[in-house]
């Protein structure tokens, strides 16, 4: 019987915030998905033809605006600072290695 109303009580709580739970996953997912391609990036860059980093730079800069309003949009500073962080840094990773390649293409 304790059991039904503790479990009663977290519904409860879920159901009363619709979405909430679903704005920290995304982040969280987010940022998971960011720092794997960071991760992919560091280990596996000259396996990747160029030109799929240069369409990933493509589509974070043509998603930019919402990715960063997913991580604006979080409460939690610690988790919008890593969020930020990562993107910035993946972002500015991809730019540093095709400005490289380009260098040395010319």
């Known amino acids: ?5 503790a479990k009663s009580a977290r519904e409860r709580n879920v159901s009363e915030q619709p979405g909430k739970a679903v704005n920290k996953l995304e982040l969280l997912s987010l940022t998971k998905q960011l720092r794997l391609m960071s991760n992919l990036f560091e280990q596996y860059f000259s396996e990747v033809p160029i030109e799929y980093w240069g369409n990933l ?4 800069r043509s998603q930019e605006a919402a990715l960063r309003n997913i991580i604006k949009c979080e409460k939690g500073p610690l988790k919008k600072k890593n969020g930020g962080d990562t993107l910035n840094s993946l972002v500015l990773t991809i730019e540093d290695y095709l400005c ?3 260098r040395k293409a010319a």
């Open 57 to 60: 730079l493509n589509v974070l």
């Open 1 to 5: 019987m304790v059991i039904q109303r």
């Open 100 to 102: 490289q390649n380009e």
